[in-house]
Structure formats: structure tokens, C-alpha cells
Nanobody, 123 residues
Framework: QVQLVESGGGLVQAGGSLRLSCQASRRTFSSYAVGWFRQAPGKEREFVAA????????RYADSVKGRFTISRDNAENTVFLQMNSLKPEDTAVYYC????????????????WGQGTQVTVSS
């Protein structure tokens, strides 16, 4: 079992930046692909970004390409999501997930999920 804890969310003005962190409880985290997803009120959970265990493969949703950067530090069991040029439509609860059961890292088929961190972008 892997426990994931997200942090770094908050309230920011449009155009601002936030850096989310996903801290895992176990060393085996370093062997997992990790994804970030988000869910806005009244909307389905959607894919944001994902990174393979080695960091060699990265994917982004079209809506965040060029603004968000995913990275990982396996020595610290942590994955980061740097979010720049934030827009009001980025407002959502952001979740990290680990242990993909699908080859498609953008699929929500992950074994482990965090509790989420709220990101609110004001206009």
C-alpha cells in the first residue's frame, strides 16, 4: 500500500504560479508512473500530467501544455507539478495518483490516490 499526500495548493490570482507536491509513503513509489488529475465542481475528473518512473516519458493535457511542468525526485519519493500562468479555469481539486494499471498514463486507472489539494485561481 502506498499513501500519497498532496500539498502546495491555495488561492492565487490569474497569471500567478503554484507548485504542487505529491509525497509518497514508500520507496516503491520510485518504480511507479505518477499522474496528476483535477476535478472542478460539477465536472468529471480529468487528466493533467503524468511522468514515468524514470522521468523519461512525460505527458500533458493540451489545456496545460506550455504552462505546467511535471517532475520527480525519486530520492525524496516526491513528484512535483509546477503550474505557471494560471487561469481561472484551472480552479479544481488536484489529485496525484501512482501505480498505473494502464499503459496509457493519462488513463485514470491508477491503484493509489491522494486526498487532493484545492487550487483556486481568481480573475
Amino acid at each position: 500500500q502506498v499513501q500519497l499526500v498532496e500539498s502546495g495548493g491555495g488561492l492565487v490570482q490569474a497569471g500567478g504560479s503554484l507548485r504542487l507536491s505529491c509525497q509518497a509513503s514508500r520507496r516503491t513509489f520510485s518504480s511507479y508512473a505518477v499522474g496528476w488529475f483535477r476535478q472542478a465542481p460539477g465536472k468529471e475528473r480529468e487528466f493533467v500530467a503524468a511522468i514515468s518512473w524514470s522521468g523519461d516519458s512525460i505527458r500533458y493535457a493540451d489545456s496545460v501544455k506550455g504552462r505546467f511542468t511535471i517532475s520527480r525526485d525519486n530520492a525524496e519519493n516526491t513528484v512535483f507539478l509546477q503550474m505557471n500562468s494560471l487561469k481561472p479555469e484551472d480552479t479544481a481539486v488536484y489529485y496525484c495518483a501512482a501505480g498505473a494499471t494502464s499503459r496509457d498514463m493519462s488513463s485514470p486507472k491508477y491503484n493509489y490516490w491522494g486526498q487532493g489539494t484545492q487550487v483556486t485561481v481568481s480573475s
